[in-house]
């Protein structure tokens, strides 16, 4: 499995303009399990390239199978960045270097709550459902021919991993660690994107859960909303005295790191009032703990591994 993954996936090396060297892993029509292989393998050389310091570089970015390696052309050439590139990534393809002590996170969330309703009423003439009759959670669930209850279950029921790894800066997308398709919902995103989206909305995609922290664009399935706030970016008045708690928690200011790892849990009305509440007043605590995610492991029972990771 690993062996074609890695041939799938061979890194192409190209400019994305006069200071940006552009990395691709594969296409991105691989099938899903792949893909998250592939997204693992990114995240690797990501971590490594960081460590690693090389003089000219100034950012690094990475976004599915993509990864963007921002340079100074003064400090670095073209050519020898590559160079460097290439031997950094020659030391990530030995799965048991992908292992790492991260975070297990989870996270509370109102299913088909009144806001993501309200945000499509207001924008149904991008929506498949034009006419307001079904919310874009029953939309999802009655696509799949699962009832409320059984499109919660499946949606809480896997295990996520990656935290900000979006377009759209602090926006956490999820990808859920599951390598049979018939766990996972058919759905297709909005035909025309969202020019807003409810702050804090839950949005599902193929295989990926999505937390918009703040007010922002979107093109997602909205299927519910998360009392608590994922990003220290943006954050408005009442939510100031939870900063210091995302001060401690953060990456590249966001709850969660692009390797930490996430479970979700329905809650109702009041328990999602009772949160907000705490989150007010500054006393509410995350519930995270630290775990050690051994790649090799869930390469050899993926549906078995993920499931010790519990509370």
Known sequence: MLERVKSEAKPTYTSGGGSDLVVYYGDQQVDRFTFLIIRMMREVLVKNLREAKIPGITEIQGFGNTL?????????RFEDLITEVKKIEEKTEDPETWSADVRLF????????????????????????????????????????????????????PLYRGGRDSLVWSVHSGQMLEREEKNIPRISNWPQSRPWTPPRTVGIGAGSLVIYPY?????????????????????????????????????????????DLMRVVSIGKEAYEEIRAKVVEGSYEYKVKPVRWETTRWLEDPEGYVRTFTF
């Open 68 to 76: 963007h390696v921002m340079f100074d052309p003064s400090r670095i």
């Open 106 to 157: 989870e996270i509370p969330v109102w299913f088909n709550d009144p806001w993501s309703m309200e945000c499509y009423l207001a924008l149904r003439d991008k929506h498949q459902i034009k006419d307001g009759s079904r919310s874009n959670f029953e939309y999802v669930a009655q696509l799949n021919g699962w009832s409320n209850e059984e499109f919660i279950e499946k949606v809480c029921t």
């Open 215 to 259: 007010l922002v664009g979107g093109g997602f399935q909205m299927i519910g909303s998360t009392p608590v706030p994922v990003s220290a970016i943006e954050l408005p008045p009442e939510e100031r005295k939870t900063a210091k708690i995302l001060e401690a928690l953060k990456e590249m200011d966001s709850l969660m790191g692009p390797r």
